[in-house]
């Protein structure tokens, strides 16, 4: 049973937040997450961190000022994922709004694996590109960038991924995450990186007087997408982050976001004018992922690069269809793995490594993913190549940062790791063929060194209790017009409610009316039909429920325990 903890909550910060006009539960949740000030929550552009801030960011502006001006071919090779596809949409965007003649690349998951792969740049040189421009990939591309240099291309990588060992020799390298680099937000997506790149890009071109006689493009106008690819990324939501994706949502509220994302909402059933950071993970994400993760991410960077909304709604319904079909994959391969452990205890291991020869690779993340949040234990699941390696994806708890776990597997069973990357909580990992085994063995035995049993324990976190009468649609109002995600969460709430009436909906959910301190709430818990007793200790958050053009106050419960 999982332990239920109240955040601490910094009163001295909660007060000030209070005195600077923040309602005081609001403020609250502010201080319990490490806001000291009312500044540290503005969401307006100007308090962006400076481009010049960005190591290279310049080096790589006046790169790419002088390729628009020689007429130089630039080819922007993207990664597969929703990060990777926003920042390549963003980047031919802006490119081409400022001349530049411009196409992109993004390599078949299946064939080439991930990142400037020596096999990718031949690829690419086969539309005789002058200048490859990474997005989302790049930084642990050596043999690529090499082969580039070799073919005559040079190279600009524009990455967030942690560094290697070894510093690809490219003409210019942006991110926030290599050494000497004082960027102050660690945590930009690839979409992120590259956006500030075209920012430092316009300010050069600027300087160059290109738009004496042509207007200069609003970049502001990219934010959707760049909203998109950080919230489908997972990376924290710091302030600078924060300030990136309310702004997006802005524009996607407005009814001014590009054609392909309106689509993908149309699509989805969801009202734009009410989009939050949910959308954006829940709804836009993985349909955006389906197309790289099943077929070829090309459909979903060319959804978000149309213009024509008759286009974009073909495309949408394509990425719509292919979520389905990963939903079902998901499903048989979640189900195939939780037999294969249906004997393991969660404490009798530390790790979690599964394969089944029936795995996809395209899904084998979002695989791990589950298995982690069921079992509370860092996991990696694995699916077979043709030529008989592995190609896996893994998810980890707090407590054991996982690349860097790769990074001592790889160093204590030298013959097992064939390459590796990824971030604290997420990474991947591809094996040589036959050493499955190995690898678990050696994983099981760096999570045991890296974790504490505490770790194993799982904890659900909230903000407290709130009484009956701050329960209310105003505050669950205010509580949608902020940005919440990884690293800032979504305030959850612990209480113990009457149940006072249960129905089941659409056959597997439960619709419940819960009692508090004379008041009643109707309340949903997702994914289960009861039953229920009649009190329940809950862990919930506040909703707002919209059917019939009528809006009300909803609480959603994520967690209950209680004796039937």
Same mark, same amino acid.
């Given at each position: 049973m999982p332990e239920i903890v109240a955040r601490p909550v910094d009163e001295a910060a909660a007060a000030r937040l209070a005195a600077q006009g923040i309602d005081l539960r609001l403020a609250r949740v502010f201080a319990a997450r490490g806001v000291g000030g009312a500044e540290e929550i503005a969401t307006a552009l100007p308090g962006l961190v400076p481009p010049g801030r960005l190591s290279h960011a310049d080096e790589a502006a006046a790169l790419l000022a002088d390729a628009i001006a020689a007429g130089s071919r630039i080819l922007v090779v993207a990664d597969y994922d929703a990060d990777g596809a926003t920042a390549c949409a963003v980047a031919l965007r802006a490119l081409r709004a400022m001349g530049a003649t411009v196409d992109f690349l993004v390599p078949d998951r299946f064939r080439f694996g991930y990142g400037l792969t020596p096999e990718i740049v031949r690829l690419a040189a086969e539309r005789s590109p002058d200048l490859l421009v990474t997005v989302d990939n790049g930084i642990a591309s050596v043999e690529g960038v090499d082969e580039a240099n070799r073919l005559g291309m040079r190279v600009l990588v524009t990455d967030h991924h942690l560094p290697g060992a070894e510093r690809p020799r490219a003409a210019c390298i942006v991110n926030p995450n290599q050494a000497g680099c004082g960027f102050p937000s660690k945590s930009l997506a690839g979409v992120g990186v590259m956006f500030y790149v075209l920012v430092a890009l316009r300010a050069e071109l600027r300087r160059r007087g290109a738009f004496a006689s042509r207007p200069e493009p609003n970049l502001a106008g990219l934010l959707d997408l760049v909203a998109l690819g950080t919230v489908a990324d997972v990376v924290r939501?710091?302030?600078?982050?924060?300030?990136?994706?309310?702004?997006?949502?802005?524009?996607?509220?407005?009814?001014?976001?590009?054609?392909?994302?309106?689509?993908?909402?149309?699509?989805?059933?969801?009202?734009?004018?009410?989009?939050?950071?949910?959308?954006?993970?829940?709804?836009?994400?993985?349909?955006?992922?389906?197309?790289?993760?099943?077929?070829?991410?090309?459909?979903?960077?060319?959804?978000?690069?149309?213009?024509?909304?008759?286009?974009?709604?073909?495309?949408?319904r394509s990425l719509d269809a292919l979520n389905r079909e990963r939903r079902e994959i998901e499903a048989q391969m979640q189900e195939s793995a939780l037999a294969m452990?249906?004997?393991?205890?969660?404490?009798?291991?530390?790790?979690?490594?599964?394969?089944?020869?029936?795995?996809?690779?395209? +899904? %084998? *993340?979002?695989?791990? /993913? #589950? @298995?982690?949040d069921r079992f509370h234990r860092p996991v990696f699941a694995f699916a077979a190549d043709p030529d008989g390696r592995l190609k896996g994806s893994g998810r980890s708890i707090p407590g054991l940062h996982l690349r860097d776990a790769l990074d001592l597997v790889a160093k204590r069973a030298p013959g097992v790791i064939e390459r590796f990357g990824g971030h604290a909580a997420a990474a991947g990992a591809t094996l040589h063929p036959g050493r499955l085994a190995a690898f678990g063995a050696a994983f099981e035995a760096v999570a045991r060194e890296l974790l504490t049993p505490a770790d194993l324990e799982q904890r659900i976190e909230t903000d407290g209790e709130l009484a009956a009468g701050d329960i209310t649609f105003g505050f669950a109002e205010e509580l949608r017009r902020h940005v919440w995600g990884q690293g800032f969460p979504e305030p959850r709430y612990a209480g113990r409610f009457a149940v006072e009436?249960?129905? +089941? %909906? *659409?056959?597997?959910? /439960? #619709? @419940?009316?819960?009692?508090?301190?004379?008041?009643?709430?109707t309340a949903m818990r997702f994914g289960e039909a009861g039953p229920f007793p009649g009190e329940i200790e809950a862990v919930y958050r506040l909703d707002v429920n919209e059917f019939n053009g009528a809006q009300t106050l909803q609480l959603v419960v994520e967690h209950w325990s209680g004796r039937v």
């Open positions: 939501l710091d302030a600078n982050n924060r300030i990136l994706v309310a702004q997006g949502l802005a524009r996607l509220r407005a009814g001014e976001a590009c054609a392909g994302i309106k689509a993908l909402l149309e699509v989805a059933g969801r009202d734009a004018r009410r989009a939050t950071a949910y959308d954006l993970a829940f709804v836009l994400g993985p349909r955006l992922n389906a197309a790289g993760r099943l077929e070829d991410m090309a459909i979903g960077i060319e959804c978000l690069l149309a213009d024509d909304p008759g286009t974009a709604l073909r495309l949408a452990l249906s004997g393991v205890e969660p404490g009798e291991g530390w790790s979690l490594t599964v394969h089944q020869p029936g795995f996809h690779a395209g +899904v %084998v *993340g979002i695989l791990a /993913s #589950r @298995l982690k009436g249960h129905r +089941v %909906v *659409g056959g597997k959910h /439960s #619709r @419940l009316t819960l009692g508090l301190g004379g008041r009643r709430f």
